[in-house]
């Protein structure tokens, strides 16, 4: 029914933004990665799924059309909810969530807030044969290096959010754990 909309932020909280769209103040449920994109009193548009049940109707909102697509794939999945969804999403980037599902990796699924491993494995088994990455074995070695780098800045006194951002920012061309940890640590130190 509503495939995107495009308006400005009025306010965000936790885990949705409100959206002005044609003097409507919608409000979309998304993950932080989007929260974190946009600003108060920005444009955006969002791609959006509307949930519509008995008791209520949510919507989800994306940054990006792959990311409503992913989504809905998610969802397709007996067990798994929207909420569950953006808890994924929340995970890492699409190509390495892919890549996880392609080479049968629940423990990296399980990451996800409410998704325990019968609900990753099921998910692997009914969208495996759905998305394609190349060299997804690379792609899921990198990511689980990068989870136990976030790790340790944490345990060094910065915050998940800036643990992520700071490794989202490391040249993919570097690396070997302690090469992408201290690329992050300059990053990190440059405030950037």
């Known amino acids: ?10 306010s965000k909280g936790d885990n949705f933004l409100v959206l002005e769209a044609a003097g409507i103040g919608f409000k979309v449920h998304t993950n932080q990665r989007t929260l974190d994109t946009l600003r108060e009193g920005a444009s955006a548009k969002l791609f959006s799924h509307l949930q519509v049940k008995e008791d209520s109707m ?56 409410g998704i325990g491993r019968k609900t990753a494995e099921r998910i692997i088994v009914e969208l495996r044969t759905k998305v394609q990455v190349g060299k997804s074995a690379d792609i899921v070695k990198k990511m689980e290096t ?23 920012k490391v040249d993919e061309k570097v690396v070997g754990l302690e090469e992408r940890l201290k690329a992050a640590l300059r990053i990190l130190g440059r405030g950037n």
Do not use: C, K, W
């Open 146 to 168: 990068d989870a136990d780098l976030a790790e340790v800045l944490i345990n060094l006194g910065y915050s998940r959010e800036q643990a992520r951002a700071a490794l989202g």
């Open 58 to 113: 949510d919507l989800f909102g994306f940054l990006a059309e792959e990311e409503l697509h992913f989504f809905e794939l998610l969802i397709s999945v007996s067990g798994v909810g929207p909420r569950s969804a953006l808890s994924i999403l929340q995970i890492s980037d699409l190509t390495s969530l892919s890549a996880a599902i392609q080479e049968g990796r629940p423990d990296v699924l399980t990451r996800a807030s």
């Open 1 to 10: 029914m509503l495939y995107s909309l495009t308006g400005a932020v009025i």
